[in-house]
């Protein structure tokens, strides 16, 4: 089984920290994703990978940074954490090529006072 | 740019019943659709997608849905809802980077 996993469950960081959210997927895939989730949103699309050290932004970038050093590796980062930034953080990931699905972590709740 | 809307945002139905989530996409060419399921607490499973061919496609857990390219939908449906289906409903569609609708909350009446 596809294994995505998120290091935090639970976050809670001040206004103003820098925030290292972490993904890390066991199938070689080489397409990884941040996405946020908010009640009646449903999920926005932050930054998106297709392979090592390539990134490109989604829907809502502002206010976040993603690294990818290694293709099993997807970080996320909130440069200077605000309160707005309070959400819930899924990582995903897929193979390249079109025809197939993301498999999804657990998600990280972070909670930023 | 691709999108989709959900437009129920909460859905009611008792044990037993039939269900029909509805799903509306925006989309340049023909497209991949997803429909996921997350219980409280858990990550998003995939219960079913379509990429091509037959236009009714099966998934896990008993549902089904079907897509209508001049109705550009793909709702999802089930003949029977059991207790343990109460949970949000999303549906998705891209290539590669997938856009979600808002979600659709279900609660199943004993």
């Known amino acids: 089984d596809v294994k995505v996993t998120q290091s935090s469950r639970y976050l809670v960081k001040r206004t103003g920290e820098k925030v290292f959210l972490e993904c890390v997927q066991d199938?070689?895939?080489?397409?990884m994703f941040w996405y946020r989730q908010d009640p009646g949103l449903g999920l926005r699309l932050i930054y998106f990978?297709?392979?090592?050290?390539?990134?490109e932004k989604g829907d809502i970038p502002e206010g976040y940074s993603v690294s990818r050093e290694k293709k099993e590796r997807f970080s996320l980062i909130l440069e200077s954490a605000s309160t707005n930034q309070t959400s819930m953080y899924l990582c995903?990931?897929?193979?390249?090529?079109?025809?197939?699905?993301?498999?999804f972590g657990q998600g990280t709740r972070l909670t930023v006072v | 740019a691709q999108s989709v809307t959900q437009p129920d945002i909460h859905i009611t139905v008792s044990e037993g019943a039939s269900l029909e989530l509805r799903c509306n996409y925006s989309?340049?060419?023909?497209?991949?659709l997803f429909w996921y399921v997350q219980s409280p607490g858990q990550g998003l499973q995939l219960l079913l997608k379509y990429f091509s061919g037959d236009t009714l496609v099966q998934g896990i857990k008993g549902f089904e849905a079907e897509f209508k390219r001049s109705q550009s939908s793909f709702n999802l449906r089930k003949p029977s809802v059991h207790w343990s289906d109460a949970a949000e409903y999303f549906c998705a569609v891209g290539e590669g980077e997938m856009r979600f609708g808002a979600g659709t909350r279900l609660t199943v009446k004993p």
């Open positions: 990978s297709y392979d090592v050290k390539m990134k």
């Open positions: 995903a990931s897929s193979l390249w090529f079109e025809n197939t699905e993301a498999f």
């Open positions: 199938m070689d895939h080489e397409n």
């Open positions: 989309y340049g060419a023909t497209p991949y």
